[in-house]
């Protein structure tokens, strides 16, 4: 088999493909039409960040079997396009965390003693010894946006340096957070009490610009630091807060576009400490994403599973034709029940009853997972949800029973936090037709589709009036509704399906009605996420 490496990985990386048997080819920094070329016959193509994987990539390579990126940032492959296309996309997420965390670690220390900027002069012959008045660390508060594998590993070593901890991390569990000495706290709480503030999330549609001009007034004299993606950041806001003193300092070693332009404000302030995107550069975290990638393009070539891929099923075949159609419904399941919750996911419960539950599961339960980390997350899919889940300290169970009173086979998904919990359950209809037949103790008969509008209110007259001429005025067309209610003049929930996303403005008219008890919009399609409110 061939393999093409258009961006440089360790020796060791490409011994191990060679010894496999595999010819090994390097592109380095090809692009264009030169990528298209190389990569027309190629088996195997593996990547860091600065190969661009796109759609036309896989259109060029017909053999293509596997796209693997050495390293955890995805954020440069297609990987649609890559399952439209039947390529496996794998990453080696944990080869370079210790580094990464490390270089965060440097990066704390450099902007807290301007350790560059010292350096420099030095070097230019000035001893500027008064010019330079550091800030302890022991003591400060480190907040940390972002509690994943490279935070925990930040927490844990600035933690053992006398730094207090506050994380934000809407997605990390109380329990993980108590085993790492850090608070969890809101957003806001975490700017306005971080001394030093380090960003370890994905760059994602959420957090694209998470911290901008008002969360860093928000900082005020703090120092913020970068190692995470460049986009999460706005550079020019945090260029001009360094410049204006509004903070004290910044390290940042990830950049919107990379290599930077030499214009990019943030290397013209010289309270500001930049490295090239140096996270995972050290020899062992090389050496360990690049025989971990080349060792899951060997898998690939040869059928085994495939340790970190992020679009491959692994189910077995004779079981496939009778669980594919649940895989969907459990998903739309976990989609709907992750919308509704309001609180911090801690646990997952999928229960399976009727036929369904005669069958080997764990890939359904895999799907629902990712329904319900798909509002939230950032690269899930049914092969890594349970790592997911894992990671992040939420307990999943699975519950079976074959008796079902109602519906051939049921799945319901239980999206919690230990004191309050949604409760989803769906059935297929007869030829196939998805639907969700519970919510909380509701029983309703939905379609599941698009736009979606959940509203629970006290049955009294009017209200369906009042929700179709909001809608209506705000020009979201109905497509189907189903309304159920407990007794008469108790409560009742109202399940519209919309053929348009509902303005902001529409649901908070809807919310302020007195007869109103919460309305939750969610999105089916895009794997969009959805915003809830309570009165
Ligand atoms: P991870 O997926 O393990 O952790 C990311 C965490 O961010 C998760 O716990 C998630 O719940 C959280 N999160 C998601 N959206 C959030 C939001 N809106 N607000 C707060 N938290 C949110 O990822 P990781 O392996 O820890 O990597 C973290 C980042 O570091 C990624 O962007 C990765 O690409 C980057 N990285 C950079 C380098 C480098 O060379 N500089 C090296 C390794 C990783
Ligand atoms: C990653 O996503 O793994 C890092 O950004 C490191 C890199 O590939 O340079």
């Known amino acids: 088999m061939r393999v093409l490496v258009t961006d440089p990985i360790a020796d060791a990386g490409l011994d191990r493909l060679r010894t496999a048997g595999h010819t090994v080819d390097t592109a380095y920094d090809a692009e264009g039409s030169d990528l298209l070329a190389a990569v027309a016959d190629a088996n195997a193509l593996i990547v860091r960040s600065g190969t661009e994987v796109t759609e036309a990539v896989f259109e060029a390579a017909p053999d293509l079997v596997i796209v693997g990126r050495a390293g955890i940032g995805v954020d440069n492959i297609d990987i649609d396009a890559a399952t439209d296309h039947g390529v496996i996309v794998a990453n080696a997420p944990e080869g370079n965390v210790r580094a990464a965390a490390e270089h965060t670690v440097a990066m704390t220390f ?8 010292a350096h420099g002069r030095l070097r230019d012959g000035e001893w500027a010894k008064s010019d330079y008045l550091g800030t302890e660390l022991n003591g400060k508060t480190l907040g940390i946006v972002g509690l994943g594998r490279v935070g925990q590993e930040v927490a844990r070593r600035l933690g053992s340096l006398g730094m207090e901890l506050a994380a934000y991390d809407p997605y990390i569990g109380q329990e993980r957070a108590d085993q790492l000495g850090a ?40 120092y913020l630091i970068n190692c995470a993606r460049g986009g999460v950041v706005d550079e020019t806001a945090l260029a001009t807060a360094v410049e204006n003193g509004t903070l004290a300092g910044a390290a940042v070693d990830v950049f919107a576009d990379e290599p930077v332009s030499p214009d990019n404000p943030l290397l013209a302030v010289d309270d500001v400490v930049v490295t090239p995107h140096l996270g995972a550069s050290t020899e062992a975290a090389q050496e360990h994403v690049a025989t971990s990638i080349a060792d899951q393009v060997v898998a690939a070539f040869e059928n085994d599973p495939v340790a970190n891929a992020l679009n491959a099923p692994s189910i077995d075949e004779s079981a496939f034709p009778r669980i594919e159609p649940y895989i969907g419904l459990a998903e739309t399941a976990g989609k709907v029940a992750a919308q509704m919750f309001a609180g911090r996911t801690s646990t997952v419960r999928v229960r399976y009853e009727g036929d369904i539950a005669d069958e080997d599961v764990e890939f359904v339960t895999a799907s629902a997972l990712k329904g319900v980390f798909e509002p939230l997350e950032w690269q899930v899919n049914a092969v890594n949800a349970p790592k997911i889940a894992e990671e992040r300290g939420i307990e999943v169970t699975e519950e079976k029973t074959r008796q079902s009173d109602d519906f051939q086979s049921l799945i319901t998904v239980t999206v919690g936090d230990g004191t309050d919990d949604i409760v989803v359950g769906a059935t297929l209809f007869a030829g196939g037709d998805p639907r969700i037949v519970r919510i909380d103790g509701y029983r309703v008969d939905a379609r599941p589709s698009g736009q979606m ?23 979201v ?39 109103i008890i919460d309305v939750t919009d969610i999105t089916l399609s895009d794997g969009a996420g959805a915003g809830r409110s309570d009165d």
């Open 453 to 475: 509008l959940v509203v629970r209110n006290y049955d009294r007259p009017g209200v369906l009036g009042l929700i179709g001429t909001v809608l209506g005025d705000s020009e």
């Open 477 to 515: 067309n109905i497509a189907g509704m189903f309304n159920g209610r407990e007794t008469i003049g108790g409560e009742a929930m109202t399940v519209y399906n919309l053929d348009d996303p509902v303005p902001n403005d529409a649901v908070e008219t809807i919310r302020a009605d007195e007869r």
């Open 183 to 222: 608070e969890l706290v809101e957003f806001e709480a975490c700017l306005d009490r971080a001394d030093f503030l380090t960003v370890h999330t994905p760059l994602t549609p959420e957090t694209e610009g998470l911290i901008s001009t008002d969360e860093l007034d928000s900082m005020a004299g703090g």
């Open 110 to 117: 450099a902007a807290a003693r301007s350790i560059p900027q």
